[in-house]
């Protein structure tokens, strides 16, 4: 038995997501017309790179995590 149910994202939730797919999509090199495939490829370089660039350092800024997150989880 699943605890979870779909439901339909709220206004407030849908204009966020757009505005941080507005925002992230030129950081990673994306517009809004790449195709679903390259955003995948981009995304992955981007963690796979961020990874490797951080593999033996500790970043305490939330708000960088965070934003890095948002980045990727909206593309």
Same mark, same amino acid.
């Given at each position: 038995?699943?605890?979870?149910?779909?439901?339909?994202?709220?206004?407030?939730?849908?204009?966020?997501?757009?505005?941080?797919? +507005?925002?992230?999509?030129p950081?990673?090199?994306?517009?809004?017309? +790449?195709p679903?495939?390259?955003?995948?490829?981009?995304v992955?370089?981007?963690?796979d790179?961020?990874?490797?660039?951080?593999?033996?350092?500790?970043?305490?800024?939330?708000?960088?995590?965070?934003?890095r997150?948002?980045?990727?989880?909206?593309?």
């Amino acid at each position: 038995m699943s605890y979870y149910q779909e439901k339909p994202m709220s206004p407030e939730a849908q204009s966020e997501l757009a505005d941080w797919t +507005s925002y992230g999509y030129p950081i990673l090199g994306l517009s809004s017309d +790449s195709p679903p495939d390259e955003a995948i490829r981009t995304v992955g370089h981007s963690i796979d790179t961020w990874r490797t660039e951080h593999q033996n350092s500790s970043i305490e800024d939330p708000e960088i995590i965070n934003e890095r997150s948002l980045t990727l989880g909206t593309a």
